[in-house]
Nanobody, 123 residues
Framework: VQLQASGGGLVQAGGSLRLSCTAS????????VGWFRQAPGLEREFVGA????????YYADSVKGRVTISRDDALNSVYLQMNSLKPEDTAVYCC?????????????????WGQGTLVTVSS
């Protein structure tokens, strides 16, 4: 499975962005997908994840209530809708896929990683 994140850009505080994670390869539906971000000088941070079925999601406390993850397996895509963006949300966002795992926030369980997309939130 190969992943590519897109949709980043420059947005003012309080604005919204929708990031997309598009996969190529087989059996994408059997993978749970997570979103992570890394700001300059900081460690990679878990943002949220969606289960293989798409029926369950889990979010980090730092973004809970402001982001929604969804998936469309027919399009081999997962989305991260971000609202009420804050300057501290500025980071490179990437998606990752964990095969045959229902849902996880454990970095070590993600086998496939995509290149990230930069989100910059101005104050």
């Amino acid at each position: 499975v190969q992943l590519q994140a897109s949709g980043g850009g420059l947005v003012q505080a309080g604005g919204s962005l929708r990031l997309s994670c598009t996969a190529s390869g087989r059996d994408f539906g059997s993978h749970s997908v997570g979103w992570f971000r890394q700001a300059p000088g900081l460690e990679r941070e878990f943002v949220g994840a969606i289960s293989r079925s798409g029926g369950s999601t889990y979010y980090a406390d730092s973004v809970k209530g402001r982001v929604t993850i969804s998936r469309d397996d027919a399009l081999n895509s997962v989305y991260l809708q971000m609202n009420s963006l804050k300057p501290e949300d500025t980071a490179v966002y990437c998606c990752a896929a964990a095969p045959n795992i229902w849902m996880t926030k454990n970095v070590a369980e993600y086998e496939y990683w995509g290149q990230g997309t930069l989100v910059t939130v101005s104050s």
